[in-house]
């Protein structure tokens, strides 16, 4: 008796013929099966982010979706981010900013945050810390990644970066920086 | 806010794009488990379910008949070792206890700890076969804590310590005492108009590194043996490697795979020898990766801990005594960082009586690594809260005590000789002058805290090999690995010495043949010693570029000068044209033949590093949690080479710090089971819990530094707890003594102070 299923999927803007099992995961069927070793697996329990790819739009963590569930799916992984030869704005903006130490968590953030700014193009700096969540980096304490992001949406929409190294208020972050905005912390 | 300057330099100071930047934005750059060759096998180990057990039997015939599986080795496959050290990276090992690590001998000795290993055609097969395996085992009781194991009469976990003190000889689970003393605590306690003592515990928590722990290994019939591995360390996977496989280290080589974090978690090994020992089972590359749940259950962790810390000062808030008892976890076996926590916790201050006691402690759980300037934090978080509680007694300013017996240069140290150039004092200045601690924090249940770490770092063994290409490009060969802008970091020294553009050199990370041994990506002493080693490579490379112009145009050597990449004579004259390193270097085979610059270093002044940090937090006093509202740490970085990934590491280990200080704990249960083996569980900090971490770089170069160099790996994470909790006694006036200060426990802390002061007022009605 076969073990394997045929999957017939759109990975990175191309149609994939693939065979599985039923019980590997996409992050195992993209990574050992078709050799997509830049979604990264850091836990298959949903919770570091590591694995993240775009299914039609929305940001999902490849080890909680089986194989078999991207039939039809329309999938965007980390190596299709660029655009070509060019880098994608998130992608130059992480390195402009130093958003990596390790950079394994790097691809799963920049799929949590392609998936932000495809939706809202102009988020806050708490949006940006909301959408972000889901993905554990343990190197940064995360401001570096957080300013890549904020960067990218303004050179996105064709305003300039924020300066490096200063504090502007609206960019304090998280609750802090809500509290800093309303003027209850000084 | 980073006050690093380029003075003097071109490219030291400034913020390019890392080298290796555009394969990790784009998935390209490979891990160790990216790693696949043909006919590869899957390897799973199978893990003791009781901490505590001595093992009957293992019958591994039906995991062995299941289809796909291919070998099932267990300690039996492994030589047995001596009882003897060897050193490791920061620490040293007992050759026997690392090998009983990698593979259970007789007794298992924590939860999670290996029992056999399988090679399977898939891992699901391997899975599988894990389930088949019989294991009898005698199941003993678990000595989880440090008070338990060292109670008279408690449970022996490994029969080889001994208690030789007073004498004696008998069955311990303390395996070491160290003490240090200066002066006489009795009498400096005299001395002193207040004395506070406290006791504190903190809980064992773990590095965390995303990435898990991984290993391919590939035996050759030849008897040769490939690893590549995700590692800090790649000459000690070598080393240890073939020591637990009892093969020699020349047989073994490994390539060091891009690493996904490690903290100090990545320099023991695991994984490594028994891939290659089931690949010589099989004739198979051997692929090996751990699940969370075993990263958490097997490797890492650091010590939690038992502190006394009681300190006298007189009124004028001169700190006159001493006195700290400390006894840290080390796991299954001996080597907590305990030592460290010693030697640190009461390193910032000029104290002129001390005594301190410290132990070693054998427990059921995991065998404790390096985490971050190791037993540093644990220590911290007791001496700086008690410094905190002696400020606020003799009514002075948290940092300006920190000032008034803060060592400097020429302050001698309790253990080594008197400090040289530091910087502790420049960090409390500009945490003092920062926007954060000159703005005022207003609002209910806010509080600000401060705290202060210290950190040795350390120098060690570094190579490093400096090619001219003809096309008067430059690759950087070196043998850190590079966990976090490394090689930006050797390449823009290389740059800086030759004169050359940033992006005309190359570093590389060589495998354990191509490069000289290299000790491990760890001890804060990659960009310092490695970069010396570059330095000198460099220089090298300036050395016989002279030579070959003083040959062109018949002078000495010493009658050349190379400045901004461009050979000249120092006498100008004549129709000689100067060079650049871009003509010369098309011409090197008619100049005497290629130009490599070798260095070697074993770097001895080793410049220790200061960190000073300032929280603001806001509690839930109705449920004990505490929100991070403003967070501020200045750090000597000695000469900060790259500041972005200087101001990373100032970040990055201030975060740990914090998710240590509130919420990271191991969980075992009653019968010494791990409960909390996912990341949902053992929970770090995501960026909706942390605000932006502002940060200061403090440049006090490190003397005897070609560069200045200090290394900033570590520091930043020694004093974030204990500037939590000082900030949560100025918030909701409680003193916190246990690690973490989660919801519930801070929660039953203000409980009781809240009954505390109801009793008192019903009382005083
Ligand atoms: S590997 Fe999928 S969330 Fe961690
Ligand atoms: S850069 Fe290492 S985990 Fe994010």
Partial sequence: MANKVIVETNINGDPVELLCEPRQSLLEVLRDVLELTGSKEGCLTGDCGACTVVIDGRPVCSCLMLGVEATGKKITT??????????????????????LQCGICTPGFLMSAKALL????????????????????????????????????????????????????????????????????? | MAAS??????????????????????????????????????????????????????????ALALPGVKAIVTAADLPELPDKMEAAGEQAVNLNHLSMNILARGKALYDGHPIAAVAATSPHIADEALRLIEVEYEVLPPVMTVEDAMKPGATILLPSLRNKEDGADKETNVAAHIQFKRGDVAEGFKQADYVIEREFKTAMVHQGYIEPHNAVGIYNADGHATIYCSTQGSFVVRGLSAVVLGISEGKIKVVPAEIGGGFGGK????LEPLSVLLSMKTGHPVKMTMTRAEVLRATGPTSGSTIRCKMGATKDGKIVAAQCWLAYEAGAFPGSPVGSGAMTILAPYNIPNVLV??????????????YRAPGASNAAMASETVVDELAEKCGIDPLDMRLLNGVEEGTPQIVGPPFKRIGFKETLEAIKNSPHYQSRLTGANRGRGVASGFWFNVGLQSSAMVNLHTDGT??????????????????????????????DVRPTIADTDSIGHTDVTAGSRTCFATGWAVYEAAQDCVRQLKERAARQWEKKPDEI??????????????????????????????????????????????????????????????????????ATIAQDAGKAIHPSYVEGQMQGGMAQGLGWGLNEEYFYDDRGILRNTGLLDYRMPTCLDLPEIETAI????????????????????????????????????????????????????????????????????
């Fill in chain 2, 357 to 370: 006691d410290a132990y070693d402690v054998v427990v059921n759980r995991p065998k404790t690594a390096a």
């Fill in chain 2, 561 to 630: 000068v190379f400045e901004n990449g461009t050979l000249s004579p120092a006498q100008p004259g004549g129709d000689i044209k100067p060079m650049s390193i871009k003509q010369i270097a098309p011409r090197l085979a008619r100049t005497g033949g290629p130009i490599v610059g070798r260095a070697t270093v074993n770097a001895r002044s080793v410049g220790p590093a200061f960190a000073s940090v300032c929280v603001d937090v806001e509690v839930d006093p109705d449920t004990g949690k505490t929100q991070i509202l403003r």
């Fill in chain 2, 5 to 62: 300057s380029t003075n003097g330099f071109r490219v030291i100071g400034t913020r390019p794009i890392r080298h290796d930047g555009v394969d990790k934005v784009t998935g390209r750059a490979k891990y160790g488990a990216d790693y696949a060759f043909p006919g590869m096998l899957h390897g799973k180990v199978l893990r003791s379910p009781h901490p505590h057990a001595r093992i009957k039997s293992i019958k591994v015939d039906k």
């Fill in chain 1, 118 to 186: 495809d939706r809202n193009p102009n988020p806050t700096e708490a949006e940006i810390r909301y959408s972000l969540a889901g993905n554990l980096c343990r190197c940064t304490g995360y401001d570096k990644i957080v300013r890549a992001v904020t960067d990218a949406a303004a050179a996105m929409a064709g305003r300039g970066r924020p300066a490096h190294g200063t504090v502007p208020s609206e960019t304090a972050s998280g609750m802090a920086g809500e509290m800093l905005a309303k003027g209850e912390v000084k």
């Fill in chain 1, 78 to 99: 980390i190596e299709g981010l660029a655009a070509g030869a060019s880098l994608h704005v998130l992608q130059q903006k992480f390195l402009e900013n130093a958003s």
């Fill in chain 2, 267 to 270: 320099i023991p090994i695991y």
């Fill in chain 2, 698 to 765: 403090v440049e006090v170069p490190t003397p005897g530094h070609p560069l200045g160099i200090r290394g900033v790996g570590e520091v930043s994470i020694v004093a974030p707890p204990a500037a939590l909790a000082n900030a949560i006694y100025h918030a909701v006036g409680v003193r916190m003594t246990e690690l973490p200060m989660s919801p519930p426990r801070l929660l039953k802390a203000i409980l009781k102070k809240r009954a505390a002061g109801e009793a008192q007022a019903a009382a005083a009605d």
């Fill in chain 2, 474 to 503: 430059v690759s950087v060969v070196i043998g850190s690995v590079d966990i976090g802008g490394t090689r930006a970091a050797q390449a823009m020294i290389a740059a800086e010495v030759l004169g050359v553009d940033i992006n």
